[in-house]
Nanobody, 123 residues
Framework: QVQLVESGGGLVQAGGSLRLSCAAS????????MGWFRQAPGKEREFVAS????????NYADSVKGRFTISRGNAKNSVYLQMNSLKPEDTAVYYC????????????????WGQGTQVAVSS
């Protein structure tokens, strides 16, 4: 199995940028597909982005397309989420998730989760 630890969250003004990182340990990182999800207070966890094991295929939620970029560094056992042009509605706890096969938008299909990192965007 794999352990996931997110970092890079914080408070930023609207229009600003943040880069989230998720470090993985345990089983070989390159065997996992990876996803980013977020959960705002009182709302369900929602899909943000995902990436295939080799990094050649990515998926994005419509709400973040053109603003967020997911990438991975298999040599560094990490996945990243570059977030630009942030909006107050992006405020949430952001989680990374891993699976051995699935990299779609359903959180229940991912087997492993990190503890999350808080992102707050002020207007």
């Amino acid at each position: 199995q794999v352990q996931l630890v997110e970092s890079g969250g914080g408070l930023v003004q609207a229009g600003g940028s943040l880069r989230l990182s998720c470090a993985a340990s345990g089983r070989t990182f390159s065997t996992y597909t990876m996803g980013w999800f977020r959960q705002a207070p009182g709302k369900e966890r929602e899909f943000v982005a995902s990436i295939s094991r080799g990094g050649g295929t990515t998926n994005y939620a419509d709400s973040v397309k053109g603003r967020f970029t997911i990438s991975r560094g298999n040599a560094k056992n990490s996945v990243y989420l570059q977030m630009n042009s942030l909006k107050p509605e992006d405020t949430a706890v952001y989680y990374c998730a891993a699976d051995t096969v699935y990299y779609g938008d359903l959180p229940g299909r991912y087997d492993y989760w990190g503890q999350g990192t808080q992102v707050a965007v002020s207007s």
